[in-house]
């Protein structure tokens, strides 16, 4: 039912995808599935942590909800490409429950180079359930390439800086 869920958000947002990394699902089964929706080439890193890639790589970053954290969402920031999508599915947490995150959690994990274009919560005739998930769907945030740029030097007109 996730996988469902996560491959319907996929492709309502993306007409089409060159490149796709799939972290932590460890299975042909879920590529095959993403290959058939929108094509591309597709490649999966079972473990996650420092990726083997070079920056800017992919166009869709796909992550397992088991492994969604601030370092995972940082690394996968650092292999889409200025434009790219970050997507995942996790368990939703309540207040009695241990395992899975709120929304408020999710907003502070993804917040630092991502904006959240959509959050798709389970319905609410299952809110009881206690395997509810959370479908998240982020797009890299642009302005992080030009503040680098910024703090280097590298523009060469700085509109807010002296002439002195």
Known sequence: MPLERLVA??????????TGLVVGF??????????????????DAETPGDLPF??????VVVLSGDIVGRDNVREANRVLNSDGYLFF????????QGAGFTAP?????????????????????????????IVVCAR???????????KEGALP???FRSRT
């Open 9 to 18: 958000a996929i492709a309502s947002r993306c007409e089409r995808i060159r």
């Open 26 to 43: 460890g299975g042909e089964d879920v590529l095959s599935v993403l290959r058939a929706i929108r094509g591309g080439e597709w490649v």
């Open 54 to 59: 070079e920056d800017a790589q992919f166009d």
């Open 89 to 96: 599915v996790v368990q939703e947490r309540t207040g009695s």
């Open 105 to 133: 959690e999710i907003y502070k994990t993804v917040r630092e180079g991502f904006d959240i274009l959509d959050v798709r919560r389970t319905s609410r005739w299952a809110f009881w359930r206690k395997d509810r998930t």
């Open 140 to 150: 890299k945030k642009a302005w992080r390439e030009h503040r680098s740029l910024v």
């Open 157 to 159: 007109l700085m509109p």
